[in-house]
């Protein structure tokens, strides 16, 4: 999983090949599992490299040759044939994917606990719907209508009396339909291998969107009447990432869990920064989806979209130079964008629905939107403790009824003028690839770079 991810990371650069380490998750990720990354690219027979260079790290990989390997396409093969390896095994997801609810269980009183108090109705330090939460796998049949497609290869949460059922799509045997489905939403083009790419990045999302859905199980009493609950969407894509940190890494430190935070369960201790990191890795196709919208499909794209649309996503920043303002074509271009932005600086009050039929956007758009404001709710939430159980209040604590009433929006507004950084805004993610580097993963990311590049 840990080369997948890397590999994602160069092949999302503006400077495909290479990865400029030299800000905090990368650090912290490359650091920790080196050692599992290069395991991992070895059935690409590719092999990590990492060179210092004008006071920064740079990532990337060389072949059998010692040749860089360069490019989205040639990287996009090394990520297919390290894939490749688990072709033939059942990778359902469903062990994770409870070990996360059990975390989440055990840890949101310390994270959040008057989050807990507001939904746990009476008695003990237990909120009885995440007591209930069964995980259960779905298989999707060949004989499905289209319109049902996109619903089959969803997570959901299913409502039942006796306790809500997270429901996690099985990527194994998947029908046809399905599969195209879903690489086009993952933006890997067609299924020439590209298929093991997209279970092994479904393994990894087990990890991380659970969060998402137990904060749905968490609002309770709340009613969104926006045609697609864009509100509530909201509030679960941008609390998703944060709420994760909180879990996985206690204290703020990949080490913290030996001393007294929740079990490891045998997790690795680069386990939090990869998903940040595979997140950091999609960002530049979420964002010229929605820059571009609808006409961005796939990561083979990005090679001919308009160069000045953003942040670098992490390319050597020494080459990148300046970044423009939402790349032009037609009258639409930006539309989207432009309602993103809209929606994640309202807190998810303003939603983006109207103008995303208006593009005949699909919901490779919509996904786009919950997956960007989560990552830019890192950068903006990063894992301190104290902002994520303020934005876990504000999201969940108090607000009940219609969300969009005058009162519900009062407090929203009252709380991002009190602190503008609840809400994410333009820029958000090239802060992220500004952060620098813990102290110990700059030494440790020092040792591992030879001395001159
Ligand atoms: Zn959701």
């Known amino acids: 999983m840990a080369a997948t991810v890397y590999l994602g990371l160069l092949r999302a650069s503006a400077d495909p090949g290479h990865v400029d380490l030299t800000s905090r998750w990368p650090a912290e990720f490359v650091a920790l599992a080196s050692d599992d990354i290069r395991e991992g690219l070895r059935p690409a027979a590719v092999e990590l490299v990492l060179r210092a260079e004008r006071g920064r790290i740079v990532g990337s990989v ?195 869990d030996a001393g007294g935070g929740p079990p490891s369960r045998g997790w690795p201790p680069h386990l939090a920064s990869m998903l940040v990191c595979m997140m950091m890795g999609q960002a530049p196709l979420f964002q010229h989806r929605l820059r571009l919208a609808p006409a961005v499909v796939s990561e083979a794209d990005l090679d001919s979209a308009p160069s000045a649309e953003g942040p670098p996503a992490g390319a050597a920043r020494s080459e990148a130079g300046a970044h423009g303002e939402a790349a032009s074509g037609s009258a639409d271009a930006g539309g989207a964008w432009r309602a993103y932005r809209e929606w994640t600086a309202s807190f998810g009050l303003r939603s983006p629905a109207a103008a995303l039929d208006a593009l005949g956007c699909d919901n490779s758009h919509d996904r786009s939107m919950k997956d960007l404001v989560c990552i830019e709710g890192v950068a903006r939430g990063g894992d301190d403790a104290e902002t994520a159980r303020q934005l876990l209040e504000l999201a969940l604590v108090g607000r009940q009824g219609d969300l969009y009433s005058e009162e519900n929006r009062g407090r929203v507004d009252a709380a991002i003028a009190a602190d503008a950084r609840l809400a994410v805004t333009e820029g958000a993610l090239e802060e992220l690839w500004g952060q620098p580097p813990a102290e110990a993963h700059a030494l440790a990311l020092a040792e591992l770079a030879p001395a001159r590049g």
Do not use: N
């Open 62 to 256: 060389v072949d059998a040759a010692g040749e860089p390997v360069l490019g989205r396409a040639g990287l996009l093969t090394a990520t297919k044939r390290v894939c490749a390896e688990l072709a033939g095994e059942p990778l359902s997801g469903a062990g994770i994917v409870t070990s996360m609810v059990d975390m989440v269980r055990q840890a949101l009183p310390r994270i959040a606990p008057r989050v807990v108090a507001a939904c746990r109705g009476s008695g003990a330090d237990r909120i009885p719907a995440l007591e209930a939460v069964k995980v259960q796998l779905t298989r999707s049949r060949a004989s499905s209508p289209d319109f049902m497609i996109q619903f089959d290869t969803s997570w959901c949460l299913l409502p039942f009396r006796s306790g809500a059922v997270l429901a996690v799509p099985s990527l194994d045997d998947m029908p046809p339909g399905h599969r195209a489905y879903v690489l086009k939403l993952q933006g890997l083009g067609p299924d020439d291998g590209a298929w093991a790419v997209a279970r092994v990045e479904h393994l990894i999302s087990c990890f991380l969107v659970p969060f998402h859905e137990l904060i749905h199980l968490l609002q309770t009493g709340q009613d969104d009447s926006d045609v697609r609950s864009y509100s509530a969407e909201h509030d679960a894509s941008r609390l998703c990432g944060v709420l994760m940190l909180q879990v996985l890494r206690p204290g703020g430190s990949p080490a913290a």
